[in-house]
């Protein structure tokens, strides 16, 4: 089959995308990456095609990633201000890619790609939906974290019925917001069809929930034709998955450090985060490696000791294994590796998903939470030592990562789009 895949976001968006891709080359299948074009240099040296949809994003827009994780307004204005605007063009794109080379035998799309409904609508081509995170199903029984609003979570768990009033109002809140995507429609000779935001971007046929059973269990309200697939692990860099040789050496000469890491995309709004970092770490006496991306502004003010490294990036997958434990802040992505790594972890969430992820690791006992507003280096010290110095939080990630050997996304998933014909 020719697979198209696609998706916008941050590389924790397309990171299992290039995963499933592997796979199903593997399989002999022709799996294509449509997404933006800043992907490219990462997915061409894989040896999977490549198809750009608009809007592109730039790597370096650190006011676009500000603006997007502001925790009162990032998700609409991400989705007003960006995505929906140019909804037509990302169709235009989209379309394009389905039909070339013969055409697509198979659509694959996550929330954010919203002419991804459209284009199989107007085509007629087979299409499945994939979510990346249990906070997508906006789940009335299983209420999601909102992020404006924390503590919610807690009201709606003790009052009953409560999760389902707040999930009518947020698709009141939001009801205006789609009107580009109702006007392509129109324009196209469609419907007006389902709301974008909560229900067509999910498929009929199949909807891949692409994260591990421990994270949460099928609701009621979730699509019918739901499968839990265990995550789907990819991080590496255009195929490079080492450690660098300055990284290995700093691991080797000492006990196990602590991670402090905010992804792909917070890294690039990161504040304070690693000078306060470098000090919680300084206080403890703890080895730590720093993960600071290629923003100078992340580097710490102060000089470090030798105790602390500090480095653009690395491979979670081979470093996450060798910490003590992971202060990150809460993308599924990064979450999925500090538990397949069996680490306890301090989440410092921003926003969108991140909240909701923080409250059910911390409900398996993994985690402890500190929110951005209060983290600095004396109060991430103490939840640190804390941490370092009970033994349950590490015996509870240590169980839960043995109980995720079970599970292999991938392979899960291959074998239900292989099933779509």
Request: charged share 20%; hydrophobic share 45%; with cysteine.
């Amino acid at each position: 089959m020719r697979i198209v895949f696609s998706t916008f976001g941050t590389f924790g968006d397309v990171n299992p995308l290039i995963a499933l891709s592997l796979e199903l080359k593997r399989r002999g299948h022709t799996p294509v990456l449509a997404v933006p074009e800043m992907f490219r240099a990462k997915i061409e040296p894989l040896g999977i095609p490549f198809h750009a949809v608009r809007p592109d994003q730039d790597p370096n827009d650190t006011r676009l990633v500000a603006m997007i994780y502001d925790i009162k307004k990032g998700t609409e204005r991400g989705l007003r201000e960006f995505l929906f605007p140019v909804v037509r063009h990302s169709y235009e794109d989209l379309l394009a890619a389905v039909e070339a080379d013969g055409g697509a035998d198979l659509l694959v799309t996550g929330e954010l790609a919203y002419a991804g409904p459209i284009v199989a609508e107007k085509t007629g081509i087979p299409w499945a939906s994939y979510v990346l995170a249990p906070f997508s199903f906006f789940s009335g029984y299983d209420p999601p974290v909102l992020p404006p609003y924390p503590t919610l979570a807690r009201v709606q768990a003790m009052v009953p019925g409560m999760g389902h009033g707040v999930a009518r109002f947020a698709r009141f809140v939001t009801r205006t917001w789609p009107e580009p995507i109702y006007a392509l429609r129109q324009e196209l000779g469609l419907g007006r069809g389902r709301d974008p935001i909560f229900d067509a971007k999910h498929s009929e046929h199949l909807v891949l929930a692409l994260f591990s059973k421990v994270l949460a269990a099928p609701q009621l309200d979730w699509p019918t034709r739901t499968l839990i697939t265990g995550f789907s692990f990819y991080d590496g860099d255009a195929g490079k998955t080492e450690l660098t040789p300055e990284l290995e050496r700093f691991l080797a000469a000492g006990p196990p450090p602590l991670v402090f890491t905010l992804g792909s995309a917070a890294v690039m709004h990161a504040g304070d985060f690693y000078e306060q970092s470098a000090r919680a770490a300084e206080m403890l006496g703890q080895r730590a490696v720093l993960l600071v991306g290629t923003d100078e502004r992340n580097l710490p003010k102060h000089p470090v000791p030798d105790s602390i490294c500090v480095t653009p990036w690395a491979p979670y997958s081979a470093l996450f294994p060798r910490a003590s434990a992971i202060i990150h802040q809460g993308g599924v992505g990064t979450t999925a590796q500090a538990l397949r790594a069996g680490r306890p972890m301090l989440v410092m969430p921003y926003s969108h998903d991140q909240p909701d992820n923080a409250r059910r690791v911390r409900r398996l006992g993994v985690a402890r939470v500190l929110q951005r507003k209060a983290y600095n280096a004396r109060s991430a010290a103490r939840i640190i030592e804390e941490m370092l110095s009970t033994s349950s939080c590490a015996e509870n990630a240590a169980a839960v990562a043995r109980s995720m050997l079970e599970e292999d996304g991938v392979r899960a998933a291959c074998d239900a789009l292989e099933a779509i014909r």
